[in-house]
């Protein structure tokens, strides 16, 4: 059974730091491109981040420069770090094996002062 479960959300201010976590099972974790979604209030589930099997990355042209996805294949885990957040980035993140029905749960992220 396919499980991916996210957490590390949580409330920041402006211009603060948040680093989440997606832990995944029952798969070869290694050889999936890994993905970041996020879905804010009103508005469609929207494309953040991707990593590939041997690490190719790419974002979303918005938090280019200050998100960083990485992976750590041993721990089956995916990281999304978060600098710089602007109160647009206010939503439920999501994290999704490419090409596949899998997603978890979500994790909150509420930017604001």
């Known amino acids: 059974q396919v499980q991916l479960v996210e957490s590390g959300g949580g409330l920041v201010q402006p211009g603060g730091s948040l680093r989440l976590f997606c832990a995944a099972s029952g798969i070869i974790f290694s050889i999936n491109t890994m993905n970041w979604y996020r879905q804010a209030p009103g508005k469609e589930r929207e494309w953040v981040a991707s990593i590939t099997s041997p690490g190719r990355t790419n974002y979303l042209d918005s938090v280019e420069g200050r998100f960083t996805i990485a992976r750590d294949n041993a721990r089956k885990t995916v990281y999304l770090q978060m600098n710089s957040l602007k109160p647009e980035g206010t939503a439920a993140y999501y994290c999704?094996?490419?090409?596949?029905?899998?997603w978890g749960q979500g994790t909150q992220v509420t930017v604001s002062s």
């Open positions: 999704r094996i490419s090409n596949t029905k899998y």
